[in-house]
């Protein structure tokens, strides 16, 4: 995750990564950056390694399918936890086991690890750029955008409106604006930043209560994990 900060440079409090974002005509713009280390290869490892679907887009059928009752939270520490935790020995962790367990509900639970460690980074943010007090907007971007349900989730834990583009390879359509600025087809950044149009807006419509009560649950889940 980035968030742009302008023209400073920010020393992060809250252990993210002070970092530039792009340099043009001198003037350089920067950022503060946060790591997660595993979010669509949580849904590789249902692939893959449990074998539990065929296809990362199964997942979306699975979570909502899942049993309402049961709260089973992944910690997907596979290779460790990134920011802001920046822990490289924990290793990962299923909490809320039950008999009833099935592919349906690790399915949900990987995908909302993805929603709790984007709040980390966002809370973390939110505190070193000092906007507790405003309203987040996230712009997204990736292979994992195009889960309606992930995505909602997403606006949920965060309680934020989370915008989809209709490109969703954001990093590829920035290095063909550079290539066009260099070859003199897209000479004006304003301009070409205009192309960037909204495919989905997602809006939060959890309760408040029930999104804190599931993000005390994640964290009390990552600490345990870091216990182990």
């Known amino acids: 995750a980035l968030l742009n900060t302008g023209q400073t440079l920010v020393s992060s409090q809250n252990r993210l990564l002070g970092t530039i974002a792009y340099q043009f005509g001198g003037v350089t713009t920067y950022a503060l950056e946060g790591s997660i280390f595993i979010a669509g290869a949580a849904v590789q490892w249902l692939r893959d390694g449990l074998g539990i679907i065929n296809e990362a887009s199964e997942t979306q059928g699975l979570a909502e399918a899942a049993d309402k009752g049961q709260d089973v939270i992944l910690v997907p520490a596979f290779t460790g936890l990134g920011a802001p935790y920046w822990n490289a020995e924990c290793r990962g ?3 809320g086991l039950t008999r009833g367990t099935g592919p349906a509900e690790l399915a949900r639970a990987a995908l909302e ?9 966002l809370e973390a943010m939110q505190a070193d750029w000092h906007t507790t007090g405003e309203k987040p907007v996230l712009r997204v971007d990736g292979g994992m955008t195009a889960s ?3 995505m909602q989730f997403l606006a949920d834990i965060l309680g934020a409106q989370v915008d989809r583009p209709t490109v969703q390879e954001t990093t590829a359509l920035g290095v063909a604006w550079i290539a066009g600025m260099k070859a003199g087809i897209y000479p004006d950044q304003d301009e070409f930043a205009r192309n960037w149009a909204l495919e989905k807006r997602f809006e939060p419509m959890m309760a408040d209560e029930l999104r804190n009560e599931k993000y005390s649950a994640w964290k009390r ?3 345990a994990t870091q216990l182990y």
Not at 113 to 121: A, C, F, N
């Open 93 to 95: 962790a299923v909490f």
């Open 113 to 121: 690890s993805v929603g709790y460690q984007t709040r980390d980074l």
């Open 148 to 150: 309606n349900w992930t």
């Open 221 to 223: 889940a990552v600490k």
